[in-house]
C-alpha cells in the first residue's frame, strides 16, 4: 500500500468515525465465512457499520479526530473490526446474542455516550446502557405520573362533588 492509498484509507476511516457517535472494536478473527456473513446481516439490519481495519491506519485515524483516545491504543492488536453506531448500546446487544452460538466477537474497547471502556469484561455493563433518548423518555414518564395522578383525582372528584350537590339540594 502507497503513502497516498494510506492517506486516503486514514481520511475515509476518519469520516466514518466523525459520522457516527459510538464505536465499538472488537476481534472477530477465527469466524468463518458464513458466521461473518451472518454478524454482517445482523450489523446491517440494525444500523451498525462492520468494517475490518488495519491497526496502524486506525490509530493515526483516531488521532485526527477530536477526543482523546489513548487508552485504546492498547487494544490495537491483533485483528481489529471496527462497529460504528447511533445508538450505545446496539453493537453490544448484537455481540451479547452472536456470542450464545459463538466465542466471538470479543470486545476490546468502545467509545460510547462520551466515555471509554476497554476490555471484553465490560459488555454487560455496555448492553444495560441507555441511549439519551431512552433517558429523557424515561424523565418525561416520571414528569407525567404526578400530573395524571392529580387529574385523575380531579376527575374523580368532580363526580363526587356533583353528588354531594345533588343529595344536599334533595333534602
Known amino acids: 500500500m502507497t503513502r ?27 469466524l468463518n465465512a458464513e458466521d461473518t456473513s451472518a454478524l454482517r446481516r445482523e450489523c446491517f439490519d440494525n444500523g451498525i457499520q462492520l468494517l475490518v481495519v488495519k491497526n496502524t491506519l486506525l490509530k493515526l485515524a ?3 479526530t477530536e477526543g482523546e483516545y489513548n487508552e485504546l491504543y492498547d487494544t490495537l492488536k491483533g485483528n ?4 460504528l453506531s447511533e445508538t450505545g448500546n446496539g453493537p453490544a446487544k448484537i455481540i451479547k446474542e452472536f456470542r450464545k ?14 466515555g471509554l471502556y476497554v ?7 455496555l448492553v444495560s446502557i441507555k441511549s439519551k433518548e431512552e433517558l429523557i423518555g ?11 395522578n392529580v387529574m385523575s383525582s380531579l376527575d374523580s372528584g368532580k363526580n363526587i362533588l356533583a353528588g ?8
Open 4 to 30: 497516498e492509498e494510506k492517506t486516503q484509507e486514514i481520511e475515509k476511516i476518519v469520516e466514518r468515525l466523525g459520522s457516527f457517535d459510538h464505536f465499538y472494536l472488537t476481534d472477530i478473527s477465527s
Open 62 to 64: 483516531l488521532d485526527k
Open 80 to 83: 481489529t473490526s471496527l462497529m
Open 101 to 114: 452460538t459463538n466465542e466471538k466477537p470479543i470486545l476490546k474497547g468502545a467509545f460510547v455516550e462520551q
Open 119 to 125: 476490555g471484553d469484561d465490560k459488555l454487560d455493563f
Open 138 to 148: 424515561d424523565i418525561i414518564s416520571l414528569l407525567q405520573s404526578p400530573i395524571k
Open 164 to 171: 354531594v350537590v345533588k343529595t344536599l339540594s334533595e333534602k
